[in-house]
């Protein structure tokens, strides 16, 4: 035990004489990582909810989503700087702390990440320097003077303004489209280092293996040199380089070359470790900065594009806010890092950071999964004052700078850029990054957010960059998706356009404390998001994913074992890719795997086109399913390619006997079918379980976007038509019932026709069979301009429980967004969620496409729809827009089978304006459709 004792003791010793003579940059926390570790701090909020007592907070965190103070979105002040009603308490922070006594005649500072927003700091009563202004950015005070060391505690006090005494701080960060938090919201914590130490340092790593980096002491030091030591992620030394720090001087400019570095793209995220170490005139290494780079060029070319290590890239990017429903801005380094994988998931190559720089951890996420980064000065419409704006840009470049994924510097957001700031980036910034300004045009960059498809094609013609850091608004289900295939196929044809940036990544939907934790969104404004406030797949994830994914596969029309393959990698060849096949047969609802295996990737280069092989389809084989995999093993897409229709589904009969029509009733075995003698549409089914209440059908219905003219446009003749652009009108059919009759058909079926004229349906012939079942042949007539146009049935939908179908899916499609969903067998229980208000995906109704069956489960029973054809498209009732109704009010059609299908807006452009499939459709002459009905 003694020995034991002594061992501890010395081992003690040991690592008390390593910190004393550390040479390393040491942290200490005084707060937590994120929302997952908070530290209680003692606390004191001066209005709202729980104020006007000292209690305890959780640090760092946002104040709202703890209990404290007033929640506000920043739209409703917009354009104000001191408004009249604004929430404007403050917060009062109080902690005790250590720190080691080998500490002392160090440089000691005090870090704050980001804290919202006006700062005022005390250390041990004094004050840890002047008060900052601004949300987003790194505090850091000098406090070797102000701490104690050993056993003595040092207190800390802190007061937060939610609201700023600058004018332009406010403009630029509290008025803007986006909740409005207070609070400490980032870390805190307390940096040691030598006393003589590196303040800072500015890496340019370039493509060609040059290695130039920009290294400040924080004093003067003769005779001193900088080390520079270069490692592989392994530890492994690549190079060694020792600069003199110019006489007289604080500064080193370090110059070497590395021998063919392994290079940094998003799709090649290589790194490498850098020790930077000073040495003082004895040889003595007086501090050690470690940090992580990589090797890359960045070239605008003017009128050209964006290139990346020489070579031309095209961004797939999107917004991101930092934000989690329970915890608002405050987040864990693993939610950060879970970002950057949800938006690899998707196949996006970029993210720009709105509006504001982000946790250090996504940072390092980007670069080491590999994602290029636009850095954004806070600005929405407003922006920051001269003075001010300056010490904030310092504070986020030196931050930021030595990171491979930031590409470019943003000046704020539309219009929230002050031009004299312009040049204060490239200050701290040694490799002078691009700077932008986003809906603007400058750097050779024209970035106008939410153009028509028209008007980016005009766009395109012009003679800059176009890459717009704003497109498809991805409103509830509008969006993002929909209509991104016309896009996307647009911007890879014009050589002059960069890609884009999608808005936004998440629904930014808070949980309310003060309203039992329902989540508000603040009706449209926070609904943005490809996913929900907790990260739920909308259907518009797996669009962007298909049409997004680098790697694209198609089917020949003679397929025998070879696919398609097109390369879309800026950098990668298909050579790292695999290829996992299944034939699979569908055996009713169950899915058989007939044969699979696994393909390596042929040697197609970036950009080109080839050909993979895999073994031919068996004979029983209905489908193919085929993933492709990346170099890292991640899934960029799975396809399903019919091969053939699957089996008709066998449906448990009725007790057989052959029909007999009686009046308007047809009886079936014990299955009874009713048509109405008025319009002879089907009434109700009933079997010897229960009755089926259909209340008419088929009926024929045809319909437009109400603002629209009979030849399509807008319709400007109609002073209320800009109120209708949501709303569709029905075309009437002016058609009359003409009589039902019957005929005996093939194999004991009983063929019941129901004849119509001069109008748009012609026919609905039922044949009914023995067993109960009844097929269904129909024909109408249209000719017209139609958003929406088929036959419907009107079932209850108070009735329906939930649905399984073998057909695209499990999500809806709309006529511009039909990417996204496979063939496969799919099922989910009804559900009516309100979008913005409520996150269950996928939505049980909508428009579904390639149908070859679907059983509806109903409080009455199953009723079984194969169509005759999967060309047509079966429509589930009434898909649901956001309470507000902002983009759609669509047509109540019932269970329907549908020819023409709706295009969905986004919340800036209407549906014509997202490209040619979302334009409406001439209907022109006679369409004949069938669908077989089952009841159990």
Sequence with gaps: MKKILISALSLFAAMTSMAQSS??????????????????????????????????????????????????????????????????????????????????????????????????????????????????????????????????????????SKESTNAGVNLAERRADYWNFGGIFRPVFIVCKPAINIERTAIDAKADGTF??????????????VKTTISDMSGKKVAENTTDVRTGGNEANVSFSVKSPKLWTAETPNRYKVSFALIDKNGKTL?????????????????????????????????????????????????????????????????????????????????????????????????????NGQKLIREMVIRDVNHPSIIWWSNGNEKGWNTELDGEFHKWDIQKRPVLHPQGNFSGYETMHYRSYGESEEYMRKPEIFMPTEFLHALYDGGAGAGLYDYWELMRSWPRCAGGFIW??????????????????????????????????????YTVKQIWSPVQISMPDNFNGTLNVENRYNFLSLKGCKFDYSYVKYDGAETKTVKQGTVNGADIAADSKGEIKIPAAPDNADALSIKATDQYGEELYTWVFKLKDADKLQVKAAKAGKPVMNGNTVKAGNVTYTFSETDGTLSSVTTGKSEYKFNGGPKFFAYRRADRSFDQFYNHDDPEAEKKKTTYTAYEDQGTFA???????????????????????????????PDGGARLVYTYNFNGVVDLMGVMFNLP???????????????????????????????????????GESFTYPEFKGYFAGVQWMKLKTKNGTITLQPGTDKEYVGVYQPRDGRDQLLYTLPETGISMMQVIPAVRNKVNTTDLNGPSAQPVWARGSYTGEVTLHFE
């Design 797 to 835: 939908e108070s009735d329906v429980l939930s649905k399984q179908w073998l057909g695209h899916g499990p999500y809806r499609v709309w006529k511009n967004r039909l990417h996204g969903p496979q063939l496969g067998v799919w099922s989910n229980e009804y559900n009516d969620p309100v979008p």
């Design 212 to 225: 130039n980096a920009y290294v400040l002491l924080n004093h003067t030091l003769e005779d001193a040199k």
């Design 504 to 541: 936004a990544l998440v629904d930014e939907g808070v949980v309310r404390t003060d309203m039992n934790g329902m989540i508000d969104n603040v009706g449209n404004y926070g609904a943005d998001g490809i996913v929900g406030p907790h990260r739920e797949k909308e259907g518009s994830y």
């Design 287 to 387: 501090h050690i900065e470690q940090d992580k780079f990589g090797f890359r060029t960045i070239e605008t070319r003017a009128g050209d594009g964006l290139y990346i290590n020489g070579k031309k890239v095209n961004i797939r990017g999107v917004n991101r806010h930092s934000f989690w429903p329970e915890t608002g801005r405050t987040l864990t380094p693993q939610r950060n890092i879970d970002d950057v994988k949800l938006m690899k998931a998707m196949n996006m190559n970029a993210v720009r950071l709105s509006h504001y720089p982000a946790d250090p951890e996504f940072y390092d996420a980007c670069d080491s999964l590999g994602l290029y980064v636009m850095d954004e000065l806070s600005g929405w419409h407003g922006h920051h004052e001269t003075i």
């Design 739 to 769: 009589g039902l009759s019957c005929k005996d058909g093939q194999n004991d079926t009983l063929i019941v026709t129901a004849d119509y004229k001069l109008g748009s349906l012609q026919k609905a012939e039922w044949r009914i069979a």
């Design 23 to 160: 040479v390393y940059t040491q942290r200490q926390y005084l707060s937590g990582r994120g929302s997952d570790d908070m530290v209680q701090w003692d606390f004191f909020c001066t209005g709202g909810n729980n104020s006007g007592k000292w209690t305890k907070i959780g640090v760092p965190s946002c104040w709202e989503l703890q209990g404290f103070g007033n929640y506000q979105y920043g739209m409703k002040f917009y354009g104000k700087a001191f408004p009249d009603g604004i929430a404007d308490e403050k917060g009062m922070y109080k902690y005790e702390f250590t720190l080691p006594e080998e500490w002392a005649n160090h440089h000691i500072e005090l870090v704050f990440e980001a804290s919202m927003t006006d700062t005022e700091v005390k250390i041990n009563k004094r004050k840890a320097g002047s008060m900052h202004q601004g949300a987003f950015y790194r505090i850091t005070y000098d406090v070797s003077d102000r701490v104690f060391f050993g056993k003595k505690k040092n207190l800390l006090e802190v007061t937060v």
